[in-house]
């Protein structure tokens, strides 16, 4: 019986071995980043990450304009909390264009830091603020012209803070 067991045991060892010498190693990288934010620093988020998807502005039928998109954004910061839009925000389809209205809480941004608006005073940065967010397709002289349209908007905020935290 010892004989039959070495003589099985050495038989399924010369079976496996091929199989195991020739596995090949397979890695995955992930690229991992994490940011504690510093105390002293701003924090601008848009509420449920909907500033990384593209967002579509609804087609009113009865009306023939579009309805705003709206969501929130929350600031937060240990100095006042100004914003502005970095250029001209626009829809493009081939030749034709649609300006874009941006508004935080009800008020209109203007393009450039020379028309920066303070969207959240010093208790309301230091509290942390939810600020609601309004894009829409402004009506073009003599309505708009049938057409897929994309572009961007880009909001600048600026705070007079000191941030020490690492940089990626």
Known sequence: MNIKKTLL???????????VSFAADSAITVD????VPNADGMSITAEGGWDSTAQTLRWDEDNEVFAAFRNNI????????????????????????????????????????????????LAQATAGKLIETEIN?????????????QGNVTMMFESAVTDSSPAF
Do not use: M
């Open 32 to 35: 991992v980043r994490a940011i």
């Open 137 to 149: 397709a402004v009506e073009p002289t003599g309505g708009f012209v049938p057409g897929t349209y």
């Open 74 to 121: 929350r600031a937060k910061s240990t100095a006042p909390i100004e914003a502005y839009l970095d250029v001209t925000p626009q829809l493009r389809s081939g030749t034709d264009t649609v300006n874009i209205s941006v508004k935080l809480d009800g008020a209109e941004l203007g393009v450039g830091a020379a028309s920066r608006k303070v969207v959240a005073n």
């Open 9 to 19: 045991t050495a038989t399924a060892a010369l079976i496996i071995t091929p199989a």
